[in-house]
């Protein structure tokens, strides 16, 4: 794993994979020794630029959603069930896809547009995307259903975290969000939400 993105906890071994340039595999690693157990290959993805990891119950959701230029138009969450995932080391992934509802420029924007993301979390039945914005160092938050599909990501909210959001977690036990990410001067910081975050 050279270029490990998001990371998973699941039945206690660490799930990861790499952000681009590699084959579509998540990577199964022990908690305790950091040896690798096991590589899942999703027979119908492609590692575009694979940025984050999340859970539910039943399924796994892989983010191919980083957009360092702002000019994709092949944005999508793959969706493996958990149970071909524990029981295989190939599976075949649902799809959903997804543009968001106000980008009307695709040109190719090098490290400066607000359409960038490299967080998603599952919540109360969708998928939260947090965005990495370049041009203003906020994070705009979307929604999308967790069904596969092709849609239309709605905009539900906004935070001027002065830097650029790398990471996303929801804990489901104090309805909590941790985001990650660093700031123009490449210092890291974690951003916690509780549940008066609005």
């Known amino acids: 794993v050279k270029e490990t ?33 096991r590589t899942i290959s999703i027979s119908n993805a492609t ?60 040109s190719s924007q090098p490290n400066s547009s607000n359409f960038d993301a490299e967080g998603i979390v599952v919540y109360r039945n969708n998928l939260l995307i947090f965005t990495k914005n370049w041009a203003d160092f906020k994070t705009n938050v979307y929604k999308i259903p967790t069904t596969a599909g092709n849609y239309t990501a709605v905009k539900i909210s906004s935070a001027d975290v002065e830097g650029l959001i790398t990471g996303a977690t929801y804990n489901l036990e104090d309805d909590s969000f941790f985001l990650c990410g660093y700031n123009t001067s490449l210092i890291p910081f974690l951003i916690y939400m509780s549940e008066n975050r609005m």
Do not use: C, M
């Open 5 to 37: 993105s998001g990371l998973l906890f699941l039945n206690g071994k660490i799930i990861t994979h790499n952000d681009s340039g590699d084959n579509a595999n998540l990577y199964e690693i022990d908690s305790l020794s950091g040896n690798l157990e």
């Open 47 to 106: 590692n575009v630029d694979w940025e984050d990891i999340s859970e539910n119950d039943t399924h796994i959701f892989i983010a191919d959603i980083g957009n360092n230029n702002g000019n994709r138009t092949d944005l999508k969450i793959y969706k493996i069930s958990k149970p071909d995932y524990l029981n295989n080391t190939s599976v075949s992934a649902e799809i959903i896809s997804f543009s968001y509802e106000d980008q009307t420029d695709f």
